[in-house]
């Protein structure tokens, strides 16, 4: 079908220069396949540039990275995916993790803001002031 299109294309441009120039068979000719010729690569170039434009969808957990979190929706960076900017897309953070499988126990945070949170965490004892709470609940 697209051949077909760039072949009326063709004949559309060898028409129009025909009608204002004397041209003889062997110079139709050989215009049309330079005209065909020149579309079919204009069309290539078009079809090779529309490829490179696609950015590789990133998947799931390869979403997380070392120092950014990229948000799947919207393509945009961050060092945290918060509640407040997936309601934009109209979901939670459980919703969000389930569209694209990512494990429900993973943050949405980058690796490293988590590192920092988990030192800061241990430097304070936090960990064991949980499980002394929750012994004195029972």
């Not at 049309?32 to 957990?61: C, F, N």
């Not at 934009?88 to 920092?116: D, V």
């Amino acid at each position: 079908m697209v051949e077909k299109n760039l072949l009326e294309m063709t004949v559309e441009i060898l028409r129009a220069q025909a009608s204002h120039a004397q041209m003889s068979a062997e110079e139709m000719t050989e215009a049309l396949r330079k005209i065909y010729k020149s579309l079919r690569w204009i069309q290539a170039q078009e079809e090779k540039a529309a490829r490179t434009e696609e950015p590789s969808p990133v998947l799931g957990v390869d979403s997380i990275k070392r120092s950014k979190v990229i948000c799947l929706e919207c393509g945009k960076e961050f060092r945290q995916l918060s509640a407040k900017h997936l309601r934009i897309h109209g979901l939670t953070p459980k919703e969000y993790k389930q569209k694209h499988s990512i494990p429900m126990r993973q943050s949405l945070s980058s690796k490293t803001l988590s590192a920092k949170r988990r030192k800061i965490a241990k430097e304070k004892g936090l960990g064991e002031k949980l499980a002394q709470a929750k012994k004195k609940k029972r």
